[in-house]
């Protein structure tokens, strides 16, 4: 494995950590405060190439690596969380999805105006009583003539109400013996009659972003918005928090950075007892700790961004990148409100807004609990997944870079 990052990774970085420091940074705490989303941030995100960064040119996209998508995510999430988890959602478990498990005129249809970022993609697959357990989703698609009918409510749907499109997994065979073999996806326009949506308010973290529902009443979709085929969904489902728990890996890596940050700043500047706290070894102990954590959480989401790029299967080392850097991302942000003392307590410094967004990485996309049942199952060879199709296309630089 090459550790250099190239001129191009280089220059992604700076665009993103530019447009997060100076565009969203300005403007992030009195967004949390409103519990809104900025209106800025869907159209510049658009308007900078990165809501299609690592989709094939052809597609609409950027035509870069699947490093480069995790890089974008450290730098958005070293700013806001909220800022990670649209490349979460539109990207990691939509757009990539369409990219693995999408035909031609899917890609024509729905790929290519999400790459372009004209349109936006969201991804329903938890319910009001089903979220670890994807095999109890209880919303239907009735298959008729024309295509399916859905009936369902999606519950805990970031970006329900900006998004364009949705991913939604629903139960195609009721009787089917295994359940999870009784799920299909589909793609579903949110303007179809039938369809509402609404925001979910008073949430712990992630205020500036959006979150929230969506119901299907007899909602018509036709059958060329099935993705895969019918019975695919627990599959496709799996492969889209594949990618998706890689982003949300890379983002808890800068929101570590950010905590770090933070941390060696004030403790260069507080004083106590007659010297800076950064004097103090329980202080520098802390400090060492978030150090230890950025790094180790950095490698882990970089190998599964390399195994990405080389089209390997790599769902255990991104299920280890993911549940590593959310944990040790709430302790950092834990830790860096201590070293901040009282003051770490208002939100006059960024840090509890950190912990704040933490805690939501270590429920969504396999709370830590799936994540070790899932490290554990590996290990001892309990798991029987080698039949979930779950690798990206590998990445082709010459190819992904040819003008449409
Ligand atoms: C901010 C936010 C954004 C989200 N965005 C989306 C989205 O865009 N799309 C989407 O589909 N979903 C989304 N979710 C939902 C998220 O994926 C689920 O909340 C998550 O999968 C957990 O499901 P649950 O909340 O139903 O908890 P449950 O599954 O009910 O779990 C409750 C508790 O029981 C534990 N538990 C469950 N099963 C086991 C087990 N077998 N062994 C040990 N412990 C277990 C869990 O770890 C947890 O601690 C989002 C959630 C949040 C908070």
Partial sequence: ???????????????????????????????????????????????????????????????MDYLSLG????????????????????????????????????????????????????????????????????????RNDDGYIINGEKMWISLATKADHALVVARTNPEAADPHEGL???????????????????????????????????????????????GEGFKIAMSCLDNGRYTVAAGATGLIRASLEASVKYAQERQAFGREIGKFQLV????????????????LYLRAGWMKNQGLRNTRETSLAKWFATDASFEAASEAIQIHGAYGYSDEYDVERYLRNAKGGIIYEGTSEIHQLMQAGYALDYRGDAQLRCELPAFDRDSWQKEH
């Avoid at 209106?39 to 299609?52: D, H």
């Avoid at 520098?284 to 490698?299: D, G, N, P, T």
Wanted: aromatic share 6%; proline share 4%; hydrophobic share 40%.
């Fill in 71 to 142: 890089l974008v995510c450290e730098e958005l999430e070293a700013v806001d969380s909220t800022l990670r988890v649209v490349m979460s959602v539109h990207m990691g478990l939509n757009s990539l999805a369409l990219l693995q498990w999408g035909s031609e005129e899917q890609k024509e249809e729905f790929l290519i105006p999400q790459a372009k970022g004209e349109r936006i993609g969201c991804f329903g697959l938890t319910e009001p009583g089903a979220g670890s357990d994807v095999a109890a989703i209880v919303s239907t698609a009735k």
């Fill in 284 to 299: 520098q102990q802390k400090i060492a700790h978030m150090v230890k954590s950025y790094e180790a959480a950095r490698l």
């Fill in 1 to 63: 494995m090459d550790f250099a990052l190239s001129d191009e990774h280089r220059m992604v970085q700076q665009m993103v950590k530019g447009f997060a420091q100076k565009e969203v940074y300005p403007i992030i705490k009195e967004q949390d405060r409103k519990q809104e989303m900025a209106p800025l941030i869907l159209p510049r995100m658009a308007e900078l190439g990165i809501l299609g960064i690592c989709i094939p040119v052809r597609y609409g996209g950027q035509g």
């Fill in 184 to 230: 299909s996806a589909f793609m579903v326009e949110l303007d179809r009659p039938g369809v509402t949506r609404g925001d979910i308010h008073g949430k712990l973290g992630v205020r500036a972003g959006s979150t929230g529902w969506l119901a299907f009443q007899d909602v018509a979709v036709p059958r060329e918005n099935r993705l895969g085929e019918e």
